[in-house]
């Protein structure tokens, strides 16, 4: 059984008041889409019907993808408190490597995973049944024009992300550690 403990602005000065009145349960979704992954090999229904209806389809669909959403779990460490986080995030293979998106649902703000990435490069990626050492970079130039028209060719929506955003969408390439 999955036990769910809920965060709050005391324990965790990364969470305000204000964020966990815009989202109440950030912390229960990211559990459950964590555990799906797990329990599925590298794959989860990302969204569930009633998240779909309430207008969170994050990210969109894949076209083919009947079952579920590929996703890598990527451990890494808060960049303002120092703590572990496992951030589910979808993602495009590169190579023996894995490329994630900051589109943060098209946010003007990239998210925290990205920020706390960049702070702190050495991570861990849980993809499909294996779990190997990694370190983030920043793609740059032709190499992210590459990599994200790849991405858009695969799932147009995040080029609508980008444009709601008003800011490039960084593309985070993360090297396995040989």
Known sequence: ??????????????????YEAEN???????ARIIAEVRANAG???WSSEAE????????????GSGEGMPLILVHHIGAKTGRARISPLFYLPVGD?????????????????????????????????????????????????LIWAEQIALVPKFAEFEAAAGRQIPVVVLERVH
């Open 43 to 45: 794959y989860a229904a």
């Open 97 to 145: 490597n894995w490329a994630v998106f900051g589109t943060h649902g098209g946010s003007p703000h990239h998210p925290a995973w990205y920020r706390n990435l960049m702070a702190n490069p050495r991570v861990t990626v849980e993809a499909g049944t294996e779990t190997v050492p990694a370190v983030a970079r920043l793609a740059e130039g032709t190499e992210r024009a």
């Open 24 to 30: 109440p349960d950030i912390n229960s979704w990211n």
């Open 52 to 63: 779909f209806a309430a207008g969170r389809p994050v990210p969109p669909r894949v076209p």
């Open 1 to 18: 059984m999955l036990r769910i403990v809920k965060r709050d602005a005391v324990s965790d000065p990364s969470m305000t008041a204000a």
